[in-house]
């Protein structure tokens, strides 16, 4: 653990500024430190070092702890099969190897990818998750066409960059709670079914013994529809850059 690397987070417990609940069940949990992230990898042309493979609490990816020739540590996400002593460098010149950083028009078609960027250089922002990984279908003048895990193809300038290989701790999605007590350390606070609610707190709440929701459709606590209703936006800038949705 590099203590220059970690920044403390102020807890707001699912609370607005004004401190009203915003997001529900949340409040309680262990204390986290923040570990700051490079999801730009801007040490462009300089190589570095594994020095040590870490748990970060506050996501489901392992992260590497890199050490440069300049001496300056910073931490990335680790993608599967990567290990202590392993070579890792970023910019347009680097190899396509495992940890490697590149745009896109340098990586080859089928490769598995991870960490891409949607706007040339802001850093990574999509296919940040546990095992996850994208892929490169095509290439036409200055955009590719990715597959992302959720299988949208999306088109991404060729500018843009991205880590190769698959991310770390595949196994994430089968690991069990095994006890109350493993989602208060996360910070989640037990949930209370509508129909159980009065109603005042709920669409659902109210009425003489266990009569139901009493309505045609499932609600929010706020009184939108809760099943089957799309919530994405019917006409949004980034349509033009979606060539399948995922469903």
């Not at 300049?70 to 931490?75: I, L, M, P, Q, V």
Request: hydrophobic residues 30%; glycine residues 14%; contains cysteine.
């Amino acid at each position: 653990m590099n203590k220059r690397l970690l920044k403390m987070i102020g807890r707001k417990s699912g609370r607005d500024s004004q401190g009203r609940v915003s997001v529900r069940h949340r409040g309680g949990g262990s204390k986290r430190y923040l570990r700051i992230i490079d999801f730009t990898r801007g040490k462009v042309g300089v190589e570095g070092r594994v020095e040590a493979i870490e748990y970060d609490p506050n996501r489901n990816v392992k992260i590497a702890l890199i050490v440069y020739r300049d001496g300056e540590r910073r931490y990335i996400l680790a993608p599967e099969g990567l290990k202590v002593g392993d070579k890792v460098e970023s910019g347009p010149e680097a190899e396509v190897r495992l940890g490697n950083t590149l745009p896109l028009a340098n990586i080859p078609i089928g490769t598995p990818i991870h960490n891409v960027e949607l706007t040339p250089g802001k850093g990574g922002q999509i296919v940040r998750g546990a095992g996850t990984l994208a892929t490169i279908l095509s290439k036409e003048g200055d955009w590719a066409q990715v597959k992302l895990p959720s299988g949208e193809i999306r088109l991404i300038s060729t500018a843009c960059q991205a880590t190769i290989g698959q991310l770390s701790n595949v196994g994430q999605k089968l690991k069990k709670l095994r006890k109350a007590g493993d989602t208060r350390h996360r910070g989640i606070r037990p949930t209370v079914r509508g129909v159980a609610q009065n109603p005042h707190s709920h669409p659902h709440g109210g009425g003489e013994g266990r009569s139901g929701i009493g309505m045609p459709g499932a609600k929010t606590p706020w009184g939108k529809p809760a099943l089957g209703k799309k919530t994405r936006k019917r006409v949004k800038y980034s349509d033009k850059l979606i060539v399948k949705r995922r469903k």
